[in-house]
């Protein structure tokens, strides 16, 4: 979440005043495996525009990952974790547009997560 953060962070890095982001996040039950997961979760995220700056963040027992990416034409960040251990996937979307970042979201988890 410290990463996706940032990355809104960084487009703000002039004089202009700063706001707090947006962000949705979500979370649910999964007991499909680390690899399969990420692979799945970045072909989606990249299908939906979340492909700049792209990432996956292990665990130190690379148990566990977070996916990364930027949007290409908004302002707003997608991470995606991955904890087979716990058996649980989450998402956050952040953004400084609260319209766009929600509908994003809205976007991400029913790719992601399907209708729950």
Same mark, same amino acid.
């Given at each position: 979440?410290?990463?996706?953060?940032?990355?809104?962070?960084?487009?703000?890095?002039?004089?202009?005043?700063?706001?707090?982001?947006?962000?949705?996040?979500?979370?649910?039950?999964?007991?499909?495996? !680390?690899?399969?997961?990420?692979? /799945?979760?970045? !072909?989606?995220?990249?299908?939906?525009?979340?492909?700049?700056?792209?990432?996956?963040?292990?665990?130190?027992?690379?148990?566990?990952?977070?996916?990364? &990416?930027?949007?290409?034409?908004? &302002?707003?960040?997608?991470?995606?974790?991955?904890?087979?251990?716990?058996?649980?996937?989450?998402? &956050?979307?952040?953004?400084?547009?609260?319209?766009?970042?929600?509908? !994003?979201?809205?976007?991400?988890?029913?790719? !992601?997560? /399907?209708?729950?």
């Amino acid at each position: 979440m410290r990463q996706l953060l940032q990355t809104l962070a960084s487009p703000l890095a002039d004089n202009t005043p700063q706001t707090a982001p947006f962000v949705y996040v979500t979370a649910l039950h999964s007991d499909a495996g !680390l690899t399969r997961s990420l692979a /799945g979760i970045t !072909l989606i995220s990249r299908e939906l525009g979340f492909n700049r700056d792209a990432e996956t963040l292990y665990s130190g027992d690379a148990q566990s990952a977070t996916f990364h &990416a930027v949007h290409r034409d908004s &302002a707003v960040s997608l991470a995606v974790e991955v904890c087979p251990p716990r058996q649980t996937v989450s998402i &956050a979307v952040a953004g400084v547009d609260d319209e766009t970042t929600y509908q !994003l979201f809205l976007e991400a988890d029913a790719r !992601l997560f /399907g209708c729950c």
